[in-house]
């Protein structure tokens, strides 16, 4: 069985300054790592992604994340945040065909985010 | 076109109604899902269809009845809920439930309120 922790639930963080939302991650199989962005009364949107290859992923809005699998770390980063980037993080893992992947992504219990001027 | 979209946007019903939310994407995506999320919480999986045909039902109770008319469309039945159900539903799709990787495309969610 795979496990998600988010170790914090807040972050307030000044605009233009750097931020680092942590995850980890518990499996006894490989998985697909995921981080989603929830803003204020919207569904989730997909920031990025680790599938395989390069450690170091890069996705939209100039977040980017590392997956450490020594330390089973996906922690994500920015360098530096706006306003508009306050909202709600998951991140979720999957585990890959013929795994026990039964389509379910699994989530962490959320990093808030917030960006202040 | 990579989008999911859900009607309605807002929802208010009271306990005895009966209600409907749906979900519809042309991704030409095989799996689609139903969420339930609790403010400052993850989204929970009530049930996933996979070609059609209901897949998973995470225990969710029988007042909360899915229906998957065709590839596209999606639709949760609402009836006799209670105000415990209220919440943010959220409709997703992916390629299919058991794909190389499982991105699922999230569409903006039915608020719902049980009075």
């Known amino acids: 069985a795979q496990s998600v922790t988010q170790l914090d639930s807040q972050v307030p963080v000044f605009e233009e300054a750097p931020v680092e939302l942590r995850c980890n991650y518990s499996?006894?199989?490989?998985?697909?790592l995921f981080w989603y962005v929830q803003y204020p009364n919207q569904g989730l949107q997909l920031l990025l992604k680790?599938?395989?290859?390069?450690?170091l992923v890069k996705g939209i809005n100039g977040f980017e994340a590392e997956f450490n699998k020594s330390q089973t770390s996906f922690h994500l980063r920015k360098p530096s945040v706006h306003i508009s980037d306050t909202a709600e993080y998951f991140c979720?893992?999957?585990?890959?065909?013929?795994?026990?992947?039964?389509?379910?992504?699994?989530f962490g219990q959320g990093t808030t985010l917030q960006v202040k001027p | 076109d990579t989008e999911v979209t859900q009607t309605p946007k807002h929802l208010v019903m009271g306990m005895t109604n009966k209600k409907s939310l749906k979900c519809e994407q042309h991704?030409?995506?095989?799996?689609m899902y139903w969420y339930k999320q609790k403010a400052k919480k993850p989204p929970e999986l009530m049930f996933v269809?996979?070609?059609?045909?209901?897949?998973i039902n995470e225990s969710v109770p029988s007042r909360f009845s899915p229906e998957c008319p065709n590839s596209s469309l999606l639709n949760l039945h609402l009836h006799a809920l209670q105000p415990e159900d209220s919440a943010l539903y959220l409709c997703?799709?992916?390629?299919?439930?058991?794909?190389?990787?499982?991105?699922?495309?999230f569409g903006p969610g039915t608020r719902l309120t049980v009075l």
């Open positions: 979720a893992v999957s585990p890959p065909r013929g795994s026990g992947n039964t389509g379910k992504l699994i």
């Open positions: 997703a799709s992916s390629q299919d439930q058991t794909s190389s990787y499982n991105e699922q495309f």
């Open positions: 991704m030409g995506h095989r799996a």
């Open positions: 269809y996979s070609y059609e045909k209901l897949s």
């Open positions: 680790y599938l395989s290859g390069s450690t």
């Open positions: 499996s006894s199989v490989s998985v697909y």
